[in-house]
């Protein structure tokens, strides 16, 4: 028992030292298991970890991963986004604050199209940030909206980050990406009701355009065929799931079919932009892939030492309040985002938190949310919120990093608000997905 906890605390004080010197999660949580494996069972028990290797690169769940990422990456090599942008410019520019909404109402059709996080934000950086700046809009405020309308796609499916989690806390992949889409508007309404009110208690913060000759009411319901094609990819992935047609993984394989079809219309379609989007796969999924494969190394080590079993008899065994546990979770996955990408806080942290949570007789799935939201404010929180360096890449002269820190404060408490909001009214999660299942039988 002395010898599995010496182990525990080597390992636990490994990660964070190799995690603090600035090494690859995939190959720092590897070595941990690797060393402790050795360590504890001989270089005979490493058989354990080839086949969790090999269970992990034969899953059939996980091939939705590269399908989503290769429909995401062509999306956005085509000229899609730019259409929306112009026609979210032609509706929404007459008010204050409008840009800002309309780059909001965006980030959550992209969301819904391609659950890419930095699609969203690097498109939005370049065409709707220097809009917004050469209007008069207030820096941080025009930062902050992109940042946090970015992260919409970590919730809102089809989600990568649903998927990693769905597999690991092996819940169904349809039920979660239902759990996500009321919460995922609630969180855009969010943001767009603050954006709206501050506006309007301020206008200087993002003035109107003077505009002599209003638009016409026809060349804004022409723009409007801009819709056609992201409508087209929502409904044919999520509506393939939810009529029974196809499984999520095979609903990403029609996503992909949806966006090559909406990339010839566009007519953006090209060999070259197939092999750079299918290089951008290659890439993204190479490192997902060999993050799971050390976390599932480091966690069955865990596992195997009686690290689980004896982390849930301290919690079982304590007279707090289930709440409190909770919070404590919450507050070390927001913690751990400041440092970790969110795969890796799902892979290291789900096996670890789930049995708890099943323990404390909470529901899964809504825990599944409210870890999807943590991670959105991982994205956006200072110093190494994953947007910040997204958008980082494409700030024009004169605006730092400063005022990227100070735009994404106001958007980082409401979604604390809105993660309150879910933990006292988990029905608002549940919901929709409890409906589509009673539908379904």
């Given at each position: 028992?002395?010898?599995?906890?010496?182990?525990l605390?080597f390992?636990?004080?490994s990660?964070i030292a190799?995690?603090?010197?600035g090494?690859?999660?995939?190959f720092v949580l590897?070595?941990i298991?690797f060393i402790?494996?050795?360590?504890?069972?001989?270089?005979?028990?490493?058989?354990v970890?080839v086949?969790?290797t090999f269970?992990?690169?034969?899953?059939e769940?996980?091939m939705a991963?590269?399908l989503y990422?290769?429909?995401a990456?062509?999306?956005q090599?085509?000229s899609?986004?730019?259409?929306?942008?112009d026609a979210?410019?032609?509706?929404f520019?007459g008010?204050?604050?409008?840009?800002a909404?309309?780059?909001?109402a965006?980030?959550?059709?992209l969301?819904?199209?391609?659950?890419?996080?930095?699609?969203?934000?690097a498109?939005m950086g370049?065409l709707a940030?220097?809009?917004?700046?050469?209007?008069?809009?207030?820096?941080p405020?025009?930062?902050?909206?992109?940042?946090?309308?970015?992260t919409?796609?970590?919730?809102?499916p089809?989600s990568?980050?649903?998927?990693v989690?769905a597999?690991?806390a092996?819940i169904s992949i349809?039920?979660?990406?239902a759990?996500g889409?009321?919460?995922?508007i609630?969180?855009?309404s969010?943001?767009?009701?603050?954006?709206?009110v501050?506006?309007?208690?301020?206008p200087?913060?993002?003035?109107?355009p003077d505009q002599?000759v209003?638009?016409?009411l026809r060349?804004?319901?022409s723009k409007?065929?801009?819709?056609i094609?992201?409508a087209?990819v929502?409904?044919?992935?999520l509506?393939?799931i939810?009529a029974?047609?196809a499984?999520?993984t095979?609903?990403a394989a029609v996503?992909?079919?949806?966006?090559?079809?909406?990339a010839?219309?566009?007519r953006r379609?090209?060999?070259?932009?197939?092999?750079?989007?299918?290089t951008?796969t290659?890439?993204?999924?190479?490192?997902?892939?060999?993050i799971?494969?050390?976390?599932?190394?480091?966690?069955s080590?865990?596992v195997a030492t009686?690290g689980?079993d004896?982390?849930?008899?301290?919690?079982?065994n304590?007279?707090a309040?289930?709440w409190?546990?909770?919070?404590?979770m919450?507050l070390?996955l927001?913690?751990l985002?400041?440092?970790?990408d969110?795969i890796?806080?799902?892979l290291?942290?789900?096996?670890?938190?789930?049995?708890?949570?099943?323990a404390?007789d909470?529901?899964?799935?809504w825990?599944g949310v409210?870890f999807m939201?943590?991670?959105?404010?991982?994205?956006?929180?200072p110093?190494?919120?994953y947007t910040?360096?997204?958008?980082?890449?494409?700030?024009p002269?004169g605006?730092?990093?400063?005022?990227?820190?100070?735009?994404?404060?106001?958007?980082?408490?409401?979604q604390?608000v809105?993660?309150?909001l879910f933990?006292v009214?988990p029905g608002?999660?549940?919901?929709l997905?409890?409906?589509?299942?009673?539908?379904?039988r």
């Amino acid at each position: 028992m002395m010898e599995s906890t010496l182990i525990l605390a080597f390992m636990f004080l490994s990660l964070i030292a190799f995690m603090l010197s600035g090494a690859g999660l995939a190959f720092v949580l590897g070595a941990i298991a690797f060393i402790s494996t050795i360590l504890l069972w001989g270089p005979s028990a490493l058989i354990v970890a080839v086949l969790n290797t090999f269970e992990t690169m034969t899953s059939e769940s996980l091939m939705a991963i590269p399908l989503y990422v290769l429909m995401a990456s062509i999306l956005q090599k085509s000229s899609i986004i730019d259409a929306l942008y112009d026609a979210m410019e032609t509706w929404f520019s007459g008010v204050n604050g409008g840009l800002a909404v309309g780059t909001i109402a965006i980030c959550t059709l992209l969301a819904a199209m391609t659950g890419v996080v930095g699609a969203a934000v690097a498109a939005m950086g370049i065409l709707a940030l220097p809009a917004m700046l050469s209007r008069g809009y207030y820096p941080p405020l025009a930062l902050g909206a992109i940042c946090a309308g970015g992260t919409l796609g970590i919730l809102i499916p089809p989600s990568v980050v649903t998927i990693v989690y769905a597999i690991t806390a092996q819940i169904s992949i349809g039920k979660m990406f239902a759990a996500g889409i009321v919460p995922g508007i609630i969180l855009a309404s969010a943001y767009v009701l603050y954006i709206l009110v501050r506006t309007w208690l301020n206008p200087a913060l993002a003035p109107k355009p003077d505009q002599s000759v209003p638009i016409p009411l026809r060349v804004k319901l022409s723009k409007l065929k801009s819709l056609i094609l992201p409508a087209f990819v929502v409904v044919g992935v999520l509506g393939s799931i939810y009529a029974g047609i196809a499984t999520p993984t095979e609903a990403a394989a029609v996503g992909v079919l949806g966006a090559a079809i909406s990339a010839i219309v566009t007519r953006r379609l090209s060999a070259s932009m197939l092999s750079e989007a299918a290089t951008d796969t290659l890439r993204v999924t190479a490192m997902i892939l060999w993050i799971t494969i050390g976390a599932r190394a480091f966690i069955s080590v865990f596992v195997a030492t009686g690290g689980a079993d004896s982390l849930l008899g301290f919690v079982e065994n304590l007279e707090a309040s289930r709440w409190l546990i909770l919070g404590v979770m919450v507050l070390v996955l927001v913690f751990l985002g400041l440092f970790l990408d969110e795969i890796g806080i799902i892979l290291l942290c789900v096996p670890v938190f789930l049995p708890i949570i099943i323990a404390l007789d909470f529901d899964p799935l809504w825990f599944g949310v409210l870890f999807m939201i943590t991670a959105q404010m991982a994205y956006i929180t200072p110093p190494f919120g994953y947007t910040l360096f997204y958008l980082k890449g494409v700030l024009p002269e004169g605006i730092g990093i400063g005022q990227v820190y100070r735009g994404v404060v106001p958007f980082f408490l409401i979604q604390v608000v809105v993660l309150i909001l879910f933990a006292v009214f988990p029905g608002l999660v549940t919901w929709l997905p409890e409906a589509l299942n009673a539908n379904a039988r």
